[in-house]
């Protein structure tokens, strides 16, 4: 099982969204994600979300927190577990990202975005703040539809 991050950069009432459009054989092409990435050899789940910020956006970022364990059942492309951040940031300016197209999206219009089914349960937890760290198993078929999942908060 792979170990990655994933997290959700806030700015006056927006997450800053990752257009998946630039790499070739993407799991994530096409798609509205957080910023984040693969956790390497002898690193920390937390140290990889802070190299994934600063690689993927240049961003400076305060009040990083875990919010989630999440544990994607991906047939098509191996199963991971997920460590989901959110954190905060002053600065708005973006370096060109590699793996696509940076914006900063009203959270309220997160919804209309081609987003994996999955995340449209674990997006609307975030704003809500009396819920700690969740854990959230999301199972896909192997045409990448969500078919099942189970949330314990």
Known sequence: MRLTTLCYIQNAGRYLMLHRVRKSHDENAGKWIGIGGHVEEDESPLDCIRREILEETGLSVTHLTLR?????????????????YT??????????????????????????LNL????RIFL?????????????????????CLVAHTLET
């Open 68 to 84: 989630g364990l999440i544990t994607f059942i991906l047939p098509k492309w191996g199963n991971e577990l997920t460590f989901l």
């Open 87 to 112: 954190a905060d940031t002053e600065e708005t300016l973006l370096r060109e990202c590699p793996e696509g197209e940076l914006a900063w999206v009203p959270i309220s219009d997160i919804s209309s």
């Open 124 to 144: 609307p937890l975030l704003e809500k703040p009396d819920i700690g760290c969740f854990s959230l198993t999301l199972t896909y078929d192997s045409s990448d």
């Open 116 to 119: 994996w089914e999955g995340d």
